[in-house]
């Protein structure tokens, strides 16, 4: 009895969604961006506090359907890898020169409003939400002995692969485009983004021995191309 009534809500979700689609219009992006973004560091006396933030590039590819002037979006970012290297230090373990890299993949739903949409420029603003899968895969760079026992680092090359922490962390985001149509089906919009993203306290498992994670705010401007499955005409021209 359970798999009918699971099987006829299925069917009837199926037919809403076939029904609802015809009035929706689906797109595809793919953006280029800059991201202000703060990398993890390691606190000393020199540098008490997080490190500054530095520019780093993104790349975000996308999909989303056009309920008339609202698009509902889902989108993928990748962004290049900050590196910060660092000293491991433990009297009872090795000792060792160790070296981080720092990568954000944010995996986001958006919510865009186009009051302008079937005009030939067309302000956006954009808000949303999601998880921020940050990656810090660490590798030692010199063995220097353990601290019962210290040696001179000697370098190991290639660098020897130590371990890699996945943490996902909450997101929100919200900022604006400007959507320049190029044709019917193809538009480009230069726009921003403001992110803040739930840091851990630590970047990798070494907690106090190891760095600090980064800020959690993100700052980003880049140029988004779309392009319309269906050719997007004013509703007045259609039939």
Excluded at 22 to 27: A, E, K, R, S, T
Excluded at 69 to 74: F, R, S, T, Y
Excluded at 103 to 114: H, S
Aim: glycine share 12%.
């Amino acid at each position: 009895m359970r798999t009918r009534f699971v099987t006829l809500m299925a069917l009837v979700l199926i037919g809403s969604a076939a029904r609802a689609s015809q009035g929706q219009d689906l797109y595809i992006t793919g953006a280029a961006a800059v991201n202000s973004r703060a990398p993890g560091w390691t606190p000393s006396l020199a540098t008490p506090s997080g490190s500054e933030a530095s520019n780093v590039a993104s790349v975000t590819g996308g999909m989303g359907v056009w309920v008339r002037q609202v698009g509902l979006e889902g989108a993928v970012s990748i962004t290049r890898a900050q590196p910060i290297a660092w000293h491991y230090g433990y009297l009872f373990g090795g000792n060792a020169d160790e070296i981080t890299y720092d990568r954000d993949v944010p995996l986001l739903g958006l919510v865009r409003v186009a009051p302008l949409r079937w005009r030939t420029v067309s302000p956006e603003p954009v808000i949303g939400g999601g998880v921020t899968l940050h990656r810090g895969a660490t590798y030692v760079t010199a063995d220097c002995g353990s601290g019962s026992n210290p040696k001179p680092c000697v370098p190991v090359t290639p660098p020897r692969a130590e371990e890699v922490k996945n943490t996902p962390e909450w997101t929100v985001i919200f900022g604006a485009d400007v959507a320049f149509r190029a044709s019917s089906r193809v538009s480009v919009a230069p726009g921003f983004r403001v992110s803040y993203i739930g840091r851990p306290v630590f970047m990798t498992w070494f907690d106090h021995r190891g760095p600090y994670s980064g800020g959690g705010h993100v700052w980003g401007v880049g140029v988004t191309a779309r392009y319309s499955i269906h050719a997007q005409t004013a509703p007045a021209q259609r039939r």
